[in-house]
């Protein structure tokens, strides 16, 4: 039987323009869950021989590109992610956020629930309680604007992940929250128009092949790296 052709559509991706699969297509590239994992622990544990110092110096540079970036600047509404130490730190850019007087959004879990919610101010976040796991997060119960129901929503998705391809794959880790975020605020406002944008280090970008698109995945429109 001859191979079924592969129907292909050209994206760009920041700077980068790549040629993916077409999900509509219903071609999306499918990867053994057991190879997923394995490319989380490798990547894991990367992070974790990245000095402080390193991971100081990309948080600049990327804050720097953010601020700049025109997607940003266009955004009044945006939804970023409370770094944790092994990750690109986010502290710098969400203090920017409120000096231009961007509504904030930050995530909150609870079981297998995230809801966006909105801080006000560097007090608000300073003063937020800290989880097991060492990470900033507002009461998932105390009583915050919620994207989901302020009837406007949220422009732009500042995204965490574990991997990420030039291309905008994405490899989150492993509990679905963005995943199913995004299906419902598209499902809530299905005439908004958003952006996705992740912030990596350098050490975890893949290639292409190390991280293939499932067909439930949604495509980042930038992803941003030091270089």
């Not at 199913?180 to 970008?205: G, R, V, W």
């Amino acid at each position: 039987m001859p191979g079924q052709r592969r129907q292909m559509e050209t994206v760009r991706t920041g700077s980068h323009e790549c040629a993916v699969d077409d999900p509509a297509a219903g071609m999306a590239a499918t990867i053994q869950n057991s190879l997923k994992v394995a490319l989380r622990k490798r990547i894991k544990d990367a992070l974790k021989g990245i000095d402080a110092e390193a991971i100081a110096r990309q948080s600049q540079a990327v804050t720097s590109k953010v601020l700049q970036s025109e997607v940003f600047r266009q955004a009044q509404r945006v939804s970023i992610y409370l770094s944790t130490a092994s990750e690109l730190d986010t502290t710098a850019l969400i203090s920017e956020m409120f000096r231009l007087e961007k509504m904030v959004f930050v995530p909150t879990y609870e079981g297998s629930r995230m809801k966006m919610v909105r801080l006000r101010g560097m007090d608000e976040y300073e003063s937020l309680p800290l989880t097991k796991w060492n990470i900033k997060q507002p009461d998932f119960k105390e009583a915050r604007e919620d994207a989901m129901t302020n009837g406007h929503g949220i422009d732009l998705f500042i995204v965490p992940g574990v991997a990420f391809t030039r291309c905008g794959a994405r490899m989150g880790h492993g509990m679905g929250y963005y995943d199913k975020f995004l299906k419902q605020h598209a499902d809530k406002y299905p005439h908004k128009k958003i952006s996705l944008m992740a912030l990596s280090l350098n050490e975890q970008i893949v290639s292409n092949e190390e991280l293939p698109m499932e067909s439930h995945d949604v495509r980042l429109h930038s992803v941003i790296t030091e270089h």
